[in-house]
Nanobody
Framework: QVQLVESGGGLVQAGGSLRLSCAAS????????MGWYRQAPEIQRELVAI???????NYADSVKGRFTISRDNVKNTVYLQMNDLNSEDTGVYYC???????????????????RGQGTQVTVSS
């Protein structure tokens, strides 16, 4: 089982910054990609940013130049630094990790996605 604990959301004024964190714990073989999605009312959930196991990143066009995703492989934690926030960034942010589980012999098993409980980000204009 993999547990994800998110933190860092809150209320911020437009132009401000927030830093989200998501720590993964449990028994697994390895963590592949780690990413952040967001869900706003009446808007389809969208991928905000993703980082691969070797540090490759990809961002939604709407956040390029403002958001930075990073990860600490020792702490099994992914971060999302969000700068110059605007009202369109408001929503619930979920971290998602793609994990390779351990098989019965302790080796590499199946791959599964896990999602955090979500953290609210509200940007006031």
């Amino acid at each position: 089982q993999v547990q994800l604990v998110e933190s860092g959301g809150g209320l911020v004024q437009a132009g401000g910054s927030l830093r989200l964190s998501c720590a993964a714990s449990g028994i697994f073989f390895s963590i592949n990609s780690m990413g952040w999605y967001r869900q706003a009312p009446e808007i389809q959930r969208e991928l905000v940013a993703i980082i691969t196991s070797d540090g490759g990143t990809n961002y939604a066009d709407s956040v390029k130049g403002r958001f930075t995703i990073s990860r600490d492989n020792v702490k099994n934690t992914v971060y999302l630094q969000m700068n110059d926030l605007n009202s369109e960034d408001t929503g619930v942010y979920y971290c998602n990790v793609n994990v390779r589980r351990r098989n019965l012999f302790g080796g590499a098993g199946s791959v599964n996605d896990y999602r955090g409980q979500g953290t609210q980000v509200t940007v006031s204009s």
